[in-house]
Each structure stands twice: as structure tokens, then as C-alpha cells.
């Protein structure tokens, strides 16, 4: 079974320019999460999606940054426009619904490395 | 405020040497403690959590609400247990897997 896939696995743009990440959960997951590891510094949680619905968006950290899940498969993580600021590691993870047999596993994805310079 | 800190950002040992990679919380309510780790040129993966309570790759951490922690250890250091280490809670009431981590210790084993 596949698991997490993310595309790119790094991009390189200037200050000003728009990068779009993707992710693919894994097949069936309905939780997909996006994390964020800005260097040296912890992973930090961005949002949660359901399905195609945003359960928890607390982490974005301003409107530079949009999220979607439509259909409720994959998601897209567009930065514009994109800060210095904003390099680091992007980070995609799904989980099953937690109300079934769940061990609170995350699977992650590879990342994505963004370079803004 | 819900917070994880790993005081550790390296931790250096040899070889058949004990491992003891310290993490603490701060959270007011039940939370779940998880730790994931990432070898070189992996995906970051979960090696173990707290309701558990088992051993993975010889390693064990003990939640003690006390102390508000949640350490790492194994008892003989192997090269291959060289990575990157991320404690990790999840609100129990959460209802979801929504993690937050500390900053991560790296373990390097030497031979």
C-alpha cells in the first residue's frame, strides 16, 4: 500500500512567487494534516482537515497561506506570496477516523523543502 | 498552553552505552504521549506511544504525571538507533490526532 506521498520534494522560488505543495494520504485515511519544521526550530501544526472539511486551521499563520481538500483526496498547500520567512520543511500526514480501531498513529509524508529566497 | 520540550537538541553516546532522551509537557488536561522518529533519509514514523506500554526496538518511556514526563530509553545504544527523536502529546479529548512536538533530539551512537 502506498502511504503519504508529497509533491515537490523541494522547490526553490523568490521572495514574492507562489508555490503550490500537494499531498496524497493514504487511501481510505479521512484525517490529513499539514506540519510545518521552519530549520532548528520544532514541527509545528498548520491544519486538519476531514474529509474536504477544515476541522482545525489554528496553525496557518496568515492569509499568505490556503489549504484545500476537494473531494476529500488530496490536499494543496499554496504559499502567495511566498516570504523568506516561510522555508522550511512542509509536511503532509493522514490518520484513520478516530473513532474506529485508531492507535493515534500519524503516517507521514517525505516533506516537501521549500526555498524561498 | 499545551507545550513539549526536548532540552536535548544532541545527544552523543557510544556504542552499548544507556540512552535517556528527556521530555517534558505541559498540558492541564489527559493528553497522549507519543515518540516518532526519523532515521536518515526516512519518512518521520511513529516508535512508540504511552497507552501502549510496550517496548519497540528496546526502547521504553514511562509517562509520570507527576514529573509532567515523558523521557526515552533503551538501555544499550545501537548505531542504527542514530536519528532524529520527536516527543509528542495529542489532547485526549481531541477527538483527533492533532500532534504537537517538541523541537526533536538528535541521537548520534558512535561505534
Known amino acids: 500500500e502506498a502511504g503519504v506521498t508529497q509533491f515537490p520534494s523541494h522547490s526553490v522560488i523568490e521572495k514574492g512567487q507562489t508555490v503550490t505543495l500537494r499531498c496524497d494520504p493514504i487511501s481510505g485515511h479521512d484525517n490529513l494534516y499539514w506540519y510545518r519544521r521552519v530549520m532548528g526550530k520544532e514541527i509545528k501544526f498548520l491544519l486538519h482537515f476531514v474529509k474536504e472539511s477544515k476541522q482545525d486551521e489554528s496553525g496557518m499563520p496568515n492569509n499568505r497561506f490556503l489549504a484545500e481538500r476537494t473531494g476529500g483526496t488530496y490536499s494543496t498547500l499554496k504559499v502567495q506570496p511566498a516570504e523568506l520567512e516561510d522555508s522550511g520543511v512542509y509536511f503532509c500526514?493522514?490518520?484513520?477516523?478516530?473513532?474506529?480501531?485508531?492507535?493515534?498513529?500519524?503516517?507521514f509524508g517525505e516533506g516537501s523543502r521549500l526555498t524561498v529566497l | 498552553a499545551q507545550r513539549v520540550t526536548q532540552p536535548e537538541k544532541l545527544l552523543s553516546v557510544f556504542k552499548g552505552a544507556p540512552v535517556e532522551l528527556k521530555c517534558n509537557y505541559s498540558y492541564s488536561g489527559s493528553p497522549e504521549l507519543f515518540w516518532y522518529v526519523q532515521y536518515s533519509r526516512q519518512r518521520l514514523q511513529l516508535l512508540l506511544r504511552h497507552i501502549s506500554r510496550e517496548s519497540i526496538k528496546g526502547f521504553t518511556a514511562d509517562l509520570n504525571k507527576g514529573e509532567t514526563s515523558f523521557h526515552l530509553k533503551k538501555p544499550f545504544a545501537q548505531e542504527e538507533d542514530s536519528a532524529m527523536y520527536y516527543c509528542a502529546l495529542t489532547p485526549f479529548s481531541g477527538g483527533y490526532n492533532k500532534l504537537i512536538f517538541g523541537a526533536g533530539t538528535r541521537l548520534a551512537v558512535h561505534p
Open positions: 500526514a493522514s490518520s484513520q477516523d478516530r473513532g474506529r480501531t485508531n492507535t493515534g498513529e500519524l503516517f
